[in-house]
T-cell receptor, first 114, second 115 residues
């Protein structure tokens, strides 16, 4: 079975600092990986996805993630945090069968300090 | 920009009561999903739906749960007899197609509280 582990339920950074949110996956076959963001009182919004094309994936709002097979990781980064980045971030992996339901991590809440 | 909508945003019910959670998927999408997140836990897949039938369901989706697309625009999740452990945030999602890399678009969720 596929699974995702997000290290750190809460990450706090200063405005302008590097954002690093960690995601490790477990999969017996090459996965497709996703990062979603949830702002307060809103739905999950896709930030970016890895679908086996390029290992470095660029998403919206200046975020990017690098797929590292050797480390089974798909960490999310942003060079400079903005106050508006404060939200809950979810890493997810597709299952290999069925109608592609997503398998999610527990989420990481990002706080940005002025 | 089209979006998935869900109603109500918050539902409070007594244990044993039936609840219906409603979703309006994006209009040209063909695949629909329900997920839930119990407070402090992972977002979990419940069921996927295509062409008016269930495509896949998880172990969570037992006989107490059912889904329906009653009128071509709404997509509903019914819980027949709610339990305390059904308290969670329920997310609806939809996608154009059901391929491995197809993006699922999520609604804002319905928070269900069972007393």
């Amino acid at each position: 079975a596929q699974s995702v582990t997000q290290l750190g339920s809460h990450v706090s950074v200063s405005e302008g600092a590097l954002v690093l949110l960690r995601c490790n996956y477990s999969s017996s076959v090459p996965p497709y990986l996703f990062w979603y963001v949830q702002y307060p009182n809103q739905g999950l919004q896709l930030l970016l996805k890895y679908t086996s094309a390029a290992t470095l994936v660029k998403g919206i709002n200046g975020f990017e993630a690098e797929f590292k097979k050797s480390e089974t990781s798909f960490h999310l980064t942003k060079p400079s945090a903005h106050m508006s980045d404060a939200a809950e971030y979810f890493c997810a992996v597709t299952r290999i069968s069925g109608n592609t339901p997503l398998v999610f991590g527990k989420g990481t809440r990002l706080s940005v300090i002025a | 920009e089209p979006e998935v909508t869900q109603t109500p945003s918050h539902q409070v019910t007594q244990m044993g009561q039936e609840v219906i959670l409603r979703c309006v998927p994006i209009s040209n999408h063909l695949y629909f999903y329900w997920y839930r997140q119990i407070l402090g836990q992972k977002v979990e897949f419940l069921v996927s739906f295509y062409n008016n039938e269930i495509s896949e369901k998880s172990e969570i989706f037992d006989d107490q749960f059912s889904v329906e697309r009653p009128d071509g625009s709404n997509f509903t999740l019914k819980i027949r007899s709610t339990k305390l452990e059904d308290s969670a945030m329920y997310f609806c999602a939809s996608s154009v197609a059901g391929g491995l890399a197809d993006t699922q678009y999520f609604g804002p969720g319905t928070r269900l509280t069972v007393l």
